[in-house]
Each structure stands twice: as structure tokens, then as C-alpha cells.
Nanobody, 126 residues
Framework: QVQLVESGGGLVQAGGSLMLSCEAS????????MGWFRQAPGKERELVAC?????????YYSDSVKGRFTISRDNAKNTVYLQMNNLKPEDTAQYYC??????????????????WGQGIQVTVSS
């Protein structure tokens, strides 16, 4: 069973950058589309970015992060990344890495993802 562990979160000032990493163990992520989700207190979980198994078939960004965040993957290192630039206070949330397991469900839906990390906090101060 693949397990995902996020790292790289923390506190940063507005305008700053962070890079989140999601390292897999117990199996390879090469067979999974991967996504980053976030959930702020009192808000629903939302998809931030995702990409296909190879990274070449599709890449998606939510409108709120497009142009600021970049998702990438290194299947050889069994790791997915989320580079976050020009961070804003509204980016403050718990961030989760997820592996897609349901390919009949749109990749934009959280229900398409059956493997989840424990989450990591990102806090952006103004």
C-alpha cells in the first residue's frame, strides 16, 4: 500500500515562496495521477493542482493559484512537488497530497483520489 508523506510547509510572509514535497513509500507513484488539495478552516477542501501519471497527459491548476504554483513529479524519486510562489494570506491552509485511484471519475474531483497524505500546514502572514 502506497503511503504519502508531505513536507516543506511552514510560515512565510506574503509574497514569499515555499516548495511542498510529497514522498511515497510502500510502492511507486508512477502508476498514479497525483494532486495537491488544500483545506482552510471553515472551508471545503479544494483541488489546487494535479497532473497525470507521466505528467504529459494533463496538468491542472485552480484559477486561484494559476501562474503562481507549479506542480511537478519525479517518478524516479517517487516524489511530487508543489512550488508555491507569490504566496498570499488566502493560501493559508492544510495542504494534502493525493494519489488518483479512480480513473472513471474526473481528476478534478476529490473522489477520484484514494491515497492521501496526512497533510501539512502552510501559513502566509500579511
Amino acid at each position: 500500500q502506497v503511503q504519502l508523506v508531505e513536507s516543506g510547509g511552514g510560515l512565510v510572509q506574503a509574497g514569499g515562496s515555499l516548495m511542498l514535497s510529497c514522498e511515497a513509500s510502500g510502492g511507486s507513484i508512477s502508476g498514479y495521477g497525483m494532486g495537491w488539495f488544500r483545506q482552510a478552516p471553515g472551508k471545503e477542501r479544494e483541488l489546487v493542482a494535479c497532473l497525470s501519471r507521466s505528467g504529459n497527459t494533463y496538468t491542472y491548476y485552480s484559477d486561484s493559484v494559476k501562474g503562481r504554483f507549479t506542480i511537478s513529479r519525479d517518478n524516479a524519486k517517487n516524489t511530487v512537488y508543489l512550488q508555491m510562489n507569490n504566496l498570499k494570506p488566502e493560501d493559508t491552509a492544510q495542504y494534502y497530497c493525493a494519489g488518483r485511484t479512480a480513473y472513471s471519475t474526473p481528476y478534478s474531483s476529490g473522489r477520484a483520489y484514494g491515497i492521501w497524505g496526512q497533510g501539512i500546514q502552510v501559513t502566509v502572514s500579511s
